[in-house]
T-cell receptor, first 116, second 113 residues
Framework: SAVISQKPSRDICQRGTSLTIQCQVD?????MFWYRQQPGQSLTLIAT?????????ESGFVIDKFPISRPNLTFSTLTVSNMSPEDSSIYLC?????????????FGPGTRLLVL | KQEVTQIPAALSVPEGENLVLNCSFT??????LQWFRQDPGKGLTSLLL?????REQTSGRLNASLDKSSGRSTLYIAASQPGDSATYLC????????????FGSGTQLTVLP
C-alpha cells in the first residue's frame, strides 16, 4: 500500500491569489493524479501528473489555471491560480503503482480550500 | 461514457444492524471496482478492490460483491458500529482509460448508538 500526504491540509485564500498544494507519496508510484471535490459533490479528475513532462488534463481543466509539476516518482504539486470562490473545494492527490487496471488507487487526506 | 450511481444517497441505522450499500454502473466492461470510505472533510480510504474476475472480496466486517453482467456491486457491512459512520463511494475505471476513476455520488451512512 502507499501512504500519501498533502500540504497544506486546509487554507483560506483571497480572490485573485494562487495556492500551491504539495503531495508526497511514501513509495514510488507509476501514476499520480489530482482530483477536485466540490461541496456536496463526488470526485472529478483534474489531471494526471506525468513525471518530467506536462500533465494530461481532463476536459474542462487547463494548465494555466491548474499548473502541475511532478519532478520524480514520489512528489507532485498542484497550483490553483488566480483563485475565485468557485475554486473552493477539497483537492485530493492520488497515486497507484503500475499502469494496469488491477491495482488499488490510494488517496491523500485532501486539501480543503476556501476562497473568499 | 461510464456513469456510476449509488443508492441510497443517505442511510441511518441503529448500531448492530447489518446493511447493504448499492452501486450500479452503465458500462459493464470494467476491470475492477473499488469501494472507498470518506470521513467528513477528509480524504478517501480504500476499503476493497474487487477484480472483474472476482465475485466477492472480504475484509473484516465488509464484503463487496460484483456482478459485471448486470452492472451492479454491493457493499455489505455486518454488525454496524457508530465508527462506520461516513460516506461510502464506489468507483470504476472510466471506459477505455487506465487513469481515470469514475466515482458515484456516495452513500452517507449514519450508525446511531
Amino acid at each position: 500500500s502507499a501512504v500519501i500526504s498533502q500540504k497544506p491540509s486546509r487554507d483560506i485564500c483571497q480572490r485573485g491569489t494562487s495556492l500551491t498544494i504539495q503531495c508526497q507519496v511514501d513509495s514510488q508510484v507509476t501514476m499520480m493524479f489530482w482530483y477536485r471535490q466540490q461541496p456536496g459533490q463526488s470526485l472529478t479528475l483534474i489531471a494526471t501528473a506525468n513525471q518530467g513532462s506536462e500533465a494530461t488534463y481532463e476536459s474542462g481543466f487547463v494548465i494555466d489555471k491548474f499548473p502541475i509539476s511532478r519532478p520524480n516518482l514520489t512528489f507532485s504539486t498542484l497550483t490553483v491560480s488566480n483563485m475565485s470562490p468557485e475554486d473552493s473545494s477539497i483537492y485530493l492527490c492520488s497515486g497507484k503503482g503500475g499502469g494496469g487496471f488491477s491495482v488499488t488507487q490510494y488517496f491523500g487526506p485532501g486539501t480543503r480550500l476556501l476562497v473568499l | 461514457k461510464q456513469e456510476v450511481t449509488q443508492i441510497p444517497a443517505a442511510l441511518s441505522v441503529p448500531e448492530g444492524e447489518n446493511l447493504v450499500l448499492n452501486c450500479s454502473f452503465t458500462d459493464s466492461a470494467i476491470y475492477n471496482l473499488q469501494w472507498f470510505r470518506q470521513d467528513p472533510g477528509k480524504g478517501l480510504t480504500s476499503l476493497l478492490l474487487i477484480q472483474s474476475s472476482q465475485r466477492e472480496q472480504t475484509s473484516g466486517r465488509l464484503n463487496a460483491s460484483l456482478d459485471k453482467s448486470s452492472g451492479r456491486s454491493t457493499l455489505y457491512i455486518a454488525a454496524s458500529q457508530p465508527g462506520d459512520s461516513a460516506t461510502y463511494l464506489c468507483a470504476v475505471p472510466s471506459s477505455g482509460s487506465a487513469r481515470q476513476l469514475t466515482f458515484g455520488s456516495g452513500t452517507q451512512l449514519t450508525v446511531l448508538p
